[in-house]
């Protein structure tokens, strides 16, 4: 069966995450910002159409005064029941019409300064054009036909209509006409004429033309019959054409359709004033061009994120592999009893660590079959010095023994000391040697028993008999510890470097009678504290900011140095004391100074509350 490559799988597996996390983000970022893109535009579309329905409904209104100044008019409502051959009465009612129109026209010419013209046309075929104060004259077949359509375009209640038509064919399609229908002087008359103006688009395009849709959005407008009121160029376009059907049949609503080849949304709002269907209309590329520009970033991105990521990989599969194969080619030398070690390229994983493991094994085996042949070799050329090559192996095995220092041998030799001494009557030594004893046995225990609080203080017990027969001088600690704290479990040789530490440091100018060390305990908040308080010369600031420092470094006690002032006191420092019980309970506890130059130090030692020591490995 054919083996599969460790770096190939492991090449496999990245490609497959990484593909799989770019092709899964992409996606759903490109869906996302499509949507919210999408969404945008047609939000912003719809904001430019409203803006622009609700300005020109503004401006057509103020217009519709105008109109219904014409309509109630006394003399206008007069002129309708006029006799067609009447000529007086046509002069008459004209005159009166055309002053009214310049008041009228005159006392806001800067609102209706777009005003094309304004005319009033009766039944009776009769008819008052009013154009910039002059009354014109049109032919009265085309004012009939003009009046028919009005009078069929125009509802029969007053409303008003706006109509894409001019009374006079030079203006058509540059106008917009307003009309309504008029009674005559007795308001249970039928409707006997048409009041109508017309009003310039000019005014209305500045309006329209600031709405902005970018290089390829138009606007446009078409009113209720299909017919197209702006721009110019789509008033060119068939009335109700499938464009103009689509609009009229959207109503309100946001559509997309073709025009011209090319896919486009709609976005129309008819007006409630004026029944014109105002549309913007954008191409839907440009639309997407944001979302697809974000889709070809992405993958660009994706492509060269995979690529780095690969290469990564690629690397990484390299570093992992070629220790293995090294490793493999080794073994494969091994076999054949070629030693073969590995560069381990000061690597400290876990792969530098199974080299050395490796290194190790080859070098001791290779001690052990070349002392295996030289013992064979001597064997078979001597074999009548076996017994000589067994005394010097029973030799070496027992020099290696003595090599080795046993308590024990320690133990009776101190035993020996105080047997002497008893012998010739020496309290004193008897006391330094059991002192020095228990020390000793107490240092020397590597078992994992529980140690107390009772048992650090014994401990500091017999150092202190040591030195007050070093010292010839007698001094004694105020242990303050709660009797139901000494059973407290603790760090083995803790508390007597840091008393020793305190004679060391505290009292360099030696013991004296005011000089006092207190020992005291307590449990708080899960916490057992144990304070160590003396009264000695204390330590200097920038010397108290330095040890704090090291403390929460977990640096290791040092040798002396001229800058530090740092022992090991009794082999142990005051760094190593709070480096063991961090190394013992957790990174959480351990030793913390407060003291004050001149006035003493008080060393607190932090450990877990009945908690039970654990190794760290």
Not at 425 to 447: H, K, P, W
Not at 464 to 486: C, K, Y
Not at 602 to 608: E, L
């Amino acid at each position: 069966m054919k083996r599969k490559s460790l770096s190939r799988q492991i090449y496999a597996y990245f490609l497959i995450v990484i593909v799989l996390s770019l092709v899964s983000v992409g996606a759903v970022s490109y869906v996302q910002s499509s949507r919210a893109l999408d969404d945008q535009v047609k939000q912003y579309m719809e904001q430019m159409v409203d803006s622009a329905n609700y300005q020109t409904d503004s401006y057509l209104q103020a217009y519709e005064l105008l109109s219904n100044a014409f309509s109630s008019n006394s003399d206008v409502r007069a002129f309708m029941e006029i006799k067609p051959d009447d000529g007086y009465e046509y002069y008459v009612y004209s005159e009166k019409i055309k002053e009214f129109a310049r008041i009228s026209v005159t006392s806001v010419i800067t609102l209706y300064k777009q005003l094309n013209m304004s005319y009033v046309v009766g039944q009776h075929g009769r008819s008052v054009i009013y154009e910039n104060q002059n009354l014109l004259n049109f032919d009265p077949v085309l004012v009939r036909e003009k009046f028919d359509y009005l009078m069929k375009s125009t509802p029969g209640d007053g409303k008003i209509a706006l109509l894409n038509m001019s009374i006079r064919p030079v203006d058509e399609g540059s106008v917009v006409t307003m009309a309504r229908k008029v009674r005559g002087p007795s308001y249970g008359d039928a409707n006997r004429g048409v009041v109508a103006i017309e009003i310039k688009l000019d005014e209305l395009a500045k309006t329209w033309d600031r709405v902005s849709l970018g290089k390829e959005g138009f606007f446009f407008i078409v009113d209720d019959t299909g017919n197209y009121i702006y721009p110019r160029t789509m008033s060119e376009r068939k009335s109700q054409d499938e464009l103009a059907s689509q609009v009229l049949t959207s109503g309100n609503q946001t559509f997309l359709s073709k025009y011209n080849g090319e896919e486009r949304m709609f976005v129309s709002r008819k007006s409630g004033y004026s029944d014109w269907n105002l549309v913007a209309s954008m191409p839907v590329q440009e639309l997407r061009r944001p979302a697809n520009t974000i889709r070809t970033t992405t993958i660009i991105v994706g492509l060269v994120t995979l690529a780095a990521a690969l290469v990564l990989a690629s690397r990484f599969g390299r570093s992992i592999i070629r220790p293995i194969r090294d490793l493999k080619d080794s073994m494969r030398e091994t076999e054949k009893g070629n030693w073969q070690y590995i560069e381990d390229a000061g690597r400290t994983d876990e792969m530098g660590g199974l080299i050395h493991s490796y290194n190790l094994m080859v070098t001791r085996l290779s001690d052990m079959i070349e002392r295996v042949y030289e013992a064979e070799l001597e064997q078979q050329k001597n074999a009548l010095e076996l017994g000589e090559t067994k005394l010097e192996r029973q030799r070496a095995e027992f020099q290696s023994l003595q090599l080795q220092i046993n308590p024990h041998f320690l133990y009776n030799t101190l035993e020996t000391i105080n047997c002497y001494a008893i012998v010739q009557d020496s309290g004193e030594i008897t006391e330094m040697v059991e002192a020095m004893a228990f020390m000793l046995r107490y240092s020397v225990q590597t078992n994992l028993e529980e140690i107390t609080v009772a048992n650090e203080l014994n401990h500091v017990r017999n150092y202190m008999i040591i030195l007050q027969h070093r010292t010839e001088r007698e001094f004694e600690i105020d242990v303050a510890i709660p009797p139901s704290l000494l059973l407290e479990k603790m760090v083995r040789l803790t508390l007597q470097p840091l008393i020793e530490n305190i004679f060391q440091h505290a009292f360099p100018d030696g013991v004296e009678e005011r000089h006092t060390i207190r020992i005291d305990a307590r449990k708080e908040g899960g916490l057992f504290q144990v304070f160590i308080e003396d009264n000695g010369t204390g330590m200097m600031p920038e010397r108290l900011a330095e040890l704090r420092r090291k403390l929460e470094e977990n640096r290791l006690a040092e040798p002396e140095e001229a800058s530090t002032g740092t022992k090991r006191g009794g082999g142990i420092g005051l760094m190593n004391v709070h480096r063991r019980i961090q190394m013992v309970f957790g990174e959480a506890y351990g030793l913390s100074v407060d003291s004050e130059w001149g006035r003493g130090t008080c060393i607190t030692m932090t450990m877990p509350e009945t908690a039970r020591p654990r190794l760290r490995g």
